[in-house]
């Protein structure tokens, strides 16, 4: 079975309004982190945010925020005031602590701002 | 601060050619170090990672192999290139501190046209 499932392939905003990214995922270890990567055009992969599965509030960094409904198994990203260079895919990955380190990605969400 | 190096940034091999690509990570000691490939328009997969000099685990049976000389530098090899090692290669580091669950940072890339 899949680990982390992203439904959306693509996705469209216009500027300056908020947009979420699906991502949910499977697992049966208690304690695991989920991650958000943004990978523009270039091809590097640029880490965003993090939540642990312990934790008891939503992480947030800057304009991003990670909604994260641990009984649904769901860690949706949202970016607030799309802006141009916010277009980009997008990843969700997560990190299962009995796994070696080893990440599980999603096969990606492609945002496009529109201005 | 941390920095991790690739290269090359672009090759182009024939089949049947060998292949070596170096991955480097300054700033930190003794980080776990992994090697994804990604398909256009696909998410990652992970290829191998290491948690120590000379220890290598392999996720997917291949032709290609990984070695780890240095505590900071990891080599991608393989012998003799096939069409389907085209990809787009990350190589990715990230803190050991026992079993953590802690972010990836990953480096440029390299693209790879196996012709």
């Known amino acids: 079975a899949q680990k982390i499932t992203q439904t959306q392939p693509g996705m469209f905003v216009q500027e300056k309004e908020a947009v979420t990214l699906d991502c949910t995922y499977d697992?049966?270890?208690?304690?695991?982190?989920l991650f958000w990567y943004k990978q523009p055009s270039s091809g590097e992969m640029i880490f965003l945010i993090y939540?642990?599965?312990?934790?008891?509030q939503n992480a947030t960094e800057g304009r991003y925020s990670l909604n994260f409904q641990k009984a649904r198994k769901s860690a949706n990203l949202v970016i607030s005031a799309s802006q141009l260079g916010d277009s980009a895919m997008y990843f969700c990955?997560?990190?299962?602590?009995?796994?070696?380190?080893?990440?599980?990605f999603g096969d990606g969400t492609t945002l496009t701002v529109k201005p | 601060s941390q920095t991790i190096h690739q290269w090359p940034a672009t090759l182009v091999q024939p089949v049947g050619s060998p292949l070596s690509l170096e991955c480097t990570v300054e700033?930190?000691?003794?980080?776990?170090l992994y090697w994804y490939r990604q398909a256009a328009g696909r998410g990652l997969q992970l290829l191998f990672y290491?948690?120590?000099?000379?220890?290598i685990s392999s996720e997917v049976p291949q032709n290609l192999s990984a070695s780890r000389p240095q505590d900071r530098q990891f080599i991608l090899s393989s012998k003799k290139l096939l069409l389907s090692d085209s990809g787009f290669y990350l190589c990715?580091?990230?803190?050991?501190?026992?079993?953590?669950?802690?972010?990836?940072?990953f480096g440029p890339g390299t693209r790879l046209t196996v012709t």
């Open positions: 990715a580091w990230s803190l050991n501190r026992g079993a953590g669950t802690y972010e990836q940072y």
């Open positions: 697992t049966s270890d208690p304690s695991y982190g």
């Open positions: 939540q642990g599965s312990y934790d008891q």
């Open positions: 990955a997560m990190r299962e602590r009995g796994n070696a380190g080893k990440s599980t």
């Open positions: 700033g930190t000691s003794n980080p776990n």
């Open positions: 290491s948690v120590g000099i000379g220890q």
